[in-house]
């Protein structure tokens, strides 16, 4: 991967641009898929595997253990910068069969 900002080659997502001090993990997050579980960890298994980095949120109530509804609903964030490619690896996995 190159740096957003600069075009350097990045060795991985997780570190700083040496050329220009880009930060991935700090830039803003975007919401790429609101889905239900089991989904939720295909798909964040799926960016994972490409070293993608994930931001899952759950909206679980911890007194009532019930998955249903808006209770249920997980969605899926990753990198401003990395949001094509996410979304990219998302609808090829779909349209092929696994």
């Known amino acids: 991967m190159n ?6 080659p990045l060795t991985s ?6 050329n220009c001090g880009f930060s991935i993990i700090n830039s803003p997050w975007i919401i790429i898929s609101k889905v239900y579980s089991p989904d939720d960890m ?3 298994s799926l960016l994972k595997s490409f070293g993608l980095p994930v931001k899952v949120s759950r909206r679980e109530v911890s007194q009532m253990p ?3 509804g808006p209770l249920a609903e997980v969605e899926i964030a990753v990198p401003e910068c ?5 979304r990219d690896l998302l609808e ?3 349209n092929t069969d696994i």
């Open 3 to 8: 740096c957003p900002e600069c075009k350097q």
């Open 13 to 18: 997502y997780t570190e700083d641009c040496p």
């Open 42 to 44: 295909v798909i964040e």
């Open 66 to 68: 019930v998955n249903i």
């Open 82 to 86: 990395l949001v094509e490619e996410a």
């Open 92 to 94: 090829g996995a779909i």
